[in-house]
């Protein structure tokens, strides 16, 4: 396995967890609780909470912060400057730390960048969530999720590819990535896939 590598002017705080082969770039800060997998990414400015689970080959790009409560599974690309919170209704004035609600981003998701994910949704596999979008309810898997507030506008392939589905179908429909030949089916507002 390759080693993980550490820019000089990030902070790692004792504690914190990193699988093999991580790369931890400019100014980042990762707390002692965080426990990050292998081959992943930090880029510029990110922040990585205490309460904070990774798992392998996760890129973080430039300013998102990761606050407590978050999961990112497997496979996860969060875009420039996205958003996670973990609070639904903040007031400087009031202590709310013991509300935190989690957020779950299943394997394979893309977070768009400047894309907001507001705290205690999940967001599905291999989902795809627009650059700028807003998520405030759960995204099922393979969702392609855009606008504000972000709503489902069709469907994507784990390859990222858009597939020619309508939202939903009555009778199951089938589509074909077409980058990698994958077949998927559509039944009532449920994506699977089938294989190759």
Known sequence: MAATTIHESAIVDAGATLGDGCR???FVHICAGARIGARCSFGQNVFVGNDVTIGDNVKVQNNVSVYDA?????DVFCGPSMV????????SAVTRKDEYRRTLVKRGATLGANSTIVCGVTVGQYAFVGAG???????PDFALMLGVPARQAGWM?????????PLQADAPLQATCPHTGERYR???RRLELLGR
């Open 24 to 26: 931890v770039w400019h």
């Open 70 to 74: 978050v999961t990112l599974e497997d």
């Open 84 to 91: 996670f919170t973990n609070v639904y209704n903040p007031r």
């Open 133 to 139: 979008a807003v998520v405030n309810r759960d995204v």
């Open 157 to 165: 392939s784990r390859h990222g590819e858009r597939l020619a589905l």
């Open 186 to 188: 559509l039944a009532g």
